[in-house]
């Protein structure tokens, strides 16, 4: 059997679907494997940096790895900034790039690049196939080490000379996860920890999505009666009326959250990653922590932990869940949960002639809506009105970058999103910035017959960068550019763009828009408040 023949193999043993990437001359015996498996389907892509964030949100919605691949030199260094993004965010993918064959890797040699050790800081394992007897190994190796917790990138480069060579082997056996869990001394100290307190605060992170352990965590804290804050990417573990939802903390500034951390006596964090935010940002008071996460804490002086659970989380909280946790109602001082609605622009009452703000769209965007709507955030200062004002309806359905948080991933990551949840309206959101960098994958999307919404916040401005100008030094400067008319570059692609001129016509365009199955439509919405 031909080397990439195994490896294709060995990806279909890994209930591989899709691989997104660009083919090149390193890479045609593996592309060649590919054109011959019925299973997966390579989703040929325009630039490498999208292909990495397409696999980047198809990891996190399907639950399994996403794959990518790239040539070698300057096709796997196009995949860098995508895979430092799924690994930061703790996303699990899988990047495959070619190599220069190892014959010619020791003298300096065309587009040759020690690949490996450059993605050594941004994976979680980067490694070279240096014996094509190994694949089996590796690949297995690989899909593991991607959704160990917490979860992440990995890098396999494959030399082009071992790509064609005849070896006898098979994909290993594909095996589950054993699952731990705290043992009863740790569980009753915990509970006692909890006894002890006053005003416990439940601290959400993402953890307990990516543990699917929502069910688990929503029943201890309506027995705990504690309220609860989440962070950018553990929206929607609360339902937004839950009585314990204090919503989201995290913010740079005016992070109206912050009281309460400070007003608490116990904080019971779970499955928080410090990626997000450093606890030296919002636990100034230095509160006790009751650590509860799949991996032991992070030594951190404004982290001072007074007790861990550490073990899957959705068998943990089963486990607390049986004995009877005291409950510790408590309200912070002062009307706080109204006044976080109303910094945060939540529940607004919307009328036909208000101005098109990222506010009143996101409330629009919340209103038509449902349980299995995927909203994606590019990165800039929408991303924060998202964080704050954006309720999802659905834990998991909001896929925000607060890793590395790289401009660029809302219009490819949709296309990841809609092949992992084809039955799921998808809407992206990206500022005029952003959208730019990987504009090209519209053709992507088009070719495949995806259907998805694009919302483009048109300001020629790099808002979020202006706005700290302005606050550190009264002006902006270098944060102001030019765009193309987006609808006719919409139109370009073979797809719909519409530019509304108010909130009624962005709501109608957006209902025609979630009503399409086998359209994609992109919404141009200009202005300065956007």
């Known amino acids: 059997m031909k080397a990439t023949d195994l490896l294709v193999q060995c990806l279909e043993n890994e209930d591989v679907e899709y691989i997104f990437g660009i083919m090149g001359k390193e890479t045609l015996d593996l592309i060649d494997s590919l054109s011959k498996s019925k299973q997966i389907k390579f989703v040929n892509v325009r630039h490498e940096q999208g292909a990495a964030f397409m696999a980047d949100v198809y990891g996190r919605l399907a639950k399994k790895p996403g794959v990518c691949l790239a040539t070698l030199g300057p096709g796997a260094t196009n995949l860098l900034t995508g895979i430092s993004s799924a690994n930061l965010d703790h996303s699990p993918v899988v990047a495959i790039t070619g190599q220069a064959g190892l014959e010619r890797q020791h003298p300096e040699s065309h587009q040759y690049l020690d690949i490996v050790k450059i993605f050594e800081p941004a994976t979680k394992w980067s490694v070279q196939i240096r014996d094509s007897q190994t694949i089996s190994t590796i690949i297995r190796k690989a899909f593991r080490v991607a959704q160990m917790e917490k979860p992440g990138a990995v890098l396999i480069e494959l030399p082009e000379n071992l790509a064609p060579q005849m070896i006898p082997s098979n994909p290993l056996l594909v095996t589950q996860f054993p699952k731990s869990t705290p043992n009863s001394q740790a569980i009753e100290y915990a509970r006692s920890l909890i006894g002890q307190s006053n005003k416990p605060l439940v601290i959400i992170g993402n953890g307990v999505i990516r543990q699917e352990a929502v ?296 209902k025609d828009a979630l009503n399409q199955t086998n359209e994609l439509t992109l919404i141009d919405v200009q202005g300065k408040d956007v």
């Open 215 to 510: 069910d688990e965590l929503l029943t201890f804290i309506e027995n705990l009666k504690s309220p609860a804050l989440h962070s950018f990417m553990a929206k929607g573990v609360l339902s937004k009326d839950h009585p314990s939802n204090y919503f989201t903390f995290g913010f740079t500034k005016q992070d109206e959250g912050l009281p309460i951390i400070e007003e608490s006596d116990l904080l019971i964090v779970v499955g928080y990653d410090f990626v997000e935010k450093l606890p030296k940002e919002w636990n100034k008071k230095l509160r006790p922590v009751l650590h509860i996460d799949p991996l032991p804490a992070e030594m951190n002086e404004h982290y001072p932990v007074r007790g861990e659970l550490v073990g899957d989380l959705k068998e943990t909280f089963h486990a607390l869940n049986k004995l009877e946790i005291p409950s510790k109602p408590w309200a912070p001082s002062g009307n706080l949960k109204a006044q976080i609605k109303f910094a945060y622009q939540i529940d607004l009452e919307l009328q036909g002639n208000q101005a098109l703000t990222i506010e009143n769209i996101l409330t629009i965007i919340e209103n038509l809506t449902n349980e299995k709507t995927i909203v994606i955030s590019d990165v800039g200062a929408h991303k924060v009105s998202i964080a704050r004002t954006y309720q999802p309806k659905q834990a998991g359905r909001l896929i925000i970058s607060n890793g590395l948080a790289s401009m660029g991933i809302a219009v490819p990551g949709a296309i990841g999103a809609k092949l992992a949840c084809p039955d799921a309206p998808v809407i992206c959101i990206t500022g005029d910035g952003g959208a730019l960098m990987n504009i090209s994958e519209l053709e992507t999307a088009k070719r495949l017959g995806l259907s998805f919404v694009i919302i483009v916040l048109n300001n020629s401005a790099l808002k979020l960068e202006e706005q700290m100008m302005q606050d550190k030094f009264t002006n902006s400067f270098g944060t102001s550019f030019g765009n193309p008319d987006f609808v006719k570059l919409a139109e370009s692609f073979g797809i719909k763009g519409v530019r509304p001129n108010d909130l009624v016509a962005f709501e109608q365009f957006l």
